[in-house]
């Protein structure tokens, strides 16, 4: 795998981050603001940073949409105005979306402040936005539904505590934070088995989820070298090594094929059968609006 470098501006990402860590400090007792500020402080000095961007692709043919019956749900149903398909794999012009890309090593030595604002999973026309998404341990993960209907959320983790909580009314958000990293932790809903969903829990800030132009970015890492993981639900792991130098930018690339749908291995908790939906769900022709 080869690397290429430019020169890049410094960003703003990690300082953010600080600021949001920071955030309390200063509030309460005056004896809490040396132990906050030392949490707050991040491990290396920013301005020495460097950046990561890549692109996820896919090259081969995706397996077709499938159609979710959502009549026993008629709000639902209206949301999507009746064309309610899901694509497991989510390719548009040779990008892939709903890959989780993370550093998986070469941050083992340092420890990064939990980020105080939340990552919020919202549960709209029964379908679980975003479909990937990556938080810290004791980042607030905030589950949020939307419908007017009731859902509940089943989290199936191996390292972290599973939790299975239901949301009856329109509007409601439940808290909850995992512990420990894992990826990934899948999510499902119990009432309405068509809805997944996929958490990634990393120790450090460098994560993001691919959109539908296949992009990544992640920006102020420490100068080294690293291993960048792309995780995909049905596709399976991929790694890259990248080298990252103090103002510029490495880009990194994976691609994954049609062929991998036959043999991948997807590392996460209690494994979900993408083709498990019941009466619910049958396959078709990949056209309509999808999800």
């Known amino acids: ?24 400090v200063g509030c309460g007792d005056d004896d809490d603001a040396p ?8 491990p290396f000095d920013v301005a020495t940073a460097g950046h990561v961007q890549g692109m996820v692709m896919f ?7 499938v159609s979710l019956d959502m009549s026993s749900e008629p709000e639902c149903d209206d949301h999507w105005n009746g064309q309610t ?25 340092l420890t990064f402040p939990t980020p105080q604002q939340a990552v919020v999973i ?23 539904n939307s419908d007017p ?24 958000e439940t808290n909850r934070t995992f512990t420990s990293p894992e990826v990934m932790i899948p999510l499902r809903c119990d009432v309405h088995g068509w809805m997944q969903a996929y958490v990634g829990v990393v120790a450090h800030p460098y994560h993001a989820a691919t959109a539908q132009a296949g992009t990544f970015d992640l920006s102020e890492l420490p100068p080294g070298d690293y291993v960048i993981e792309a995780w995909h639900p049905r596709l399976g792991t991929q790694e890259e090594q990248v080298t990252v130098e103090t103002g510029q930018t490495a880009e990194v690339s994976f691609t994954f094929t049609e062929a991998m749908l036959a043999t991948a291995v997807v590392p996460l908790g209690d494994p979900i059968d993408p083709h498990d939906h019941h009466s619910h769900v049958h396959h078709v022709a990949p056209t309509g609006r999808t999800r």
């Open 1 to 24: 795998m080869r690397t290429r470098h430019r020169t890049a501006k410094a960003a703003t990402g990690l300082a953010a981050l600080l600021v949001l860590a920071g955030g309390v």
């Open 59 to 65: 090259e081969g043919t995706p397996p077709p949409p």
């Open 85 to 109: 398909q899901r694509e497991e794999v989510a390719v548009q012009d040779g990008h892939l979306a709903n890959v989780f890309v993370y550093v998986k090593e070469g941050l083992e030595d």
């Open 122 to 144: 919202d549960q709209v026309g029964c379908a679980y936005t975003p479909h990937v998404s990556g938080v810290m341990p004791g980042q607030t993960l905030t589950l949020r």
């Open 35 to 42: 132990a906050q500020a030392a949490q707050a402080e991040m």
């Open 149 to 172: 209907v009731m859902h509940n959320v089943n989290a199936s983790p191996q390292v972290n505590r599973p939790f299975n909580f239901s949301q009856p009314a329109q509007n409601m």
